[in-house]
């Protein structure tokens, strides 16, 4: 069974460019949520996400932030313009539907670069 | 405020000296106190969930016990290969989905 995937590993991008996460969760699994990890911090929620459906974006910045979960395909988050600030560690996690648990799995990341 | 606070922020050890790592927090209502470990450039890797006070999980070297106000995991006659960060989290009693990390312990055992 298949861990959570994110793509690319890597991303480098100029400031004023956009970047887009992908996250494929878990199979079986249809809830995902997205943090971030700047160097020498803990990991950050920043949104929860079913499909079709955000159901807590409390800690997404209020601009150039987005996430999607499509009804088909991976969860994207897309940073728009991005500036050197947005340099950080993305992890999307996922949990399955009855997750009385709460336990959330991790994919592996994606490392931003912003030059 | 919904908080969770690890210690020490950074141990180093002697392979086979055994010790323990501090998780204390503060939420309304606890849904469970989880225990992750991360390699440097990965992910977290789910580690242990723990309920009610007094509840304790094992696995291998590892051993997490909760009291009502702190988290201990105890690492007993360590190897190289447990060093790693150690990542503590709590869900929010509001918003079970929305989950707090500690900071971390960042553990480091010398052959």
């Known amino acids: 069974n298949a861990g959570v995937m994110q793509n690319p590993r890597h991303l480098v991008r100029r400031r004023g460019q956009e970047a887009r996460l992908r996250c494929s969760p878990m199979?079986?699994?249809?809830?995902v949520y997205w943090y971030r990890q700047l160097p020498e911090e803990g990991l950050k929620f920043m949104v929860y996400?079913?499909?079709?459906?955000?159901?807590?974006e409390s800690g997404m910045p209020k601009e150039r932030f987005s996430a999607e979960f499509p009804k088909e395909g991976p969860s994207i988050l897309r940073i728009q313009q991005v500036v050197r600030g947005d340099s950080a560690a993305y992890f999307c996690?996922?949990?399955?539907?009855?997750?009385?648990?709460?336990?959330?799995?991790f994919g592996p990341g994606t490392r931003l670069t912003v030059l | 405020e919904d908080q969770v606070t690890q210690s020490p922020e950074a141990l180093r050890l002697q392979e086979g000296e055994s010790s323990s790592l501090n998780c204390s927090y503060t939420?309304?209502?606890?849904?469970?106190l989880f225990w992750y470990r991360q390699d440097p450039g990965k992910g977290p890797e789910f580690l242990f969930t723990?309920?009610?006070a007094g509840e304790e999980k094992e696995k291998e070297r590892l051993k997490a016990t909760l009291t009502k106000k702190e988290s201990f995991l105890h690492i007993t006659a360590p190897k190289p290969e447990d060093s790693a960060t150690y990542l503590c989290?709590?869900?929010?009693?509001?918003?079970?989905?929305?989950?707090?990390f500690g900071s971390g312990t960042r553990l480091s055992i010398r052959p």
């Open positions: 996690a996922s949990s399955p539907p009855s997750s009385g648990d709460n336990e959330q799995f």
């Open positions: 996400l079913q499909k079709e459906n955000i159901i807590d």
């Open positions: 939420v309304s209502g606890l849904r469970g």
């Open positions: 199979k079986g699994h249809s809830h």
């Open positions: 989290a709590v869900p929010r009693y509001s918003s079970a989905s929305k989950i707090i």
């Open positions: 723990l309920y009610s």
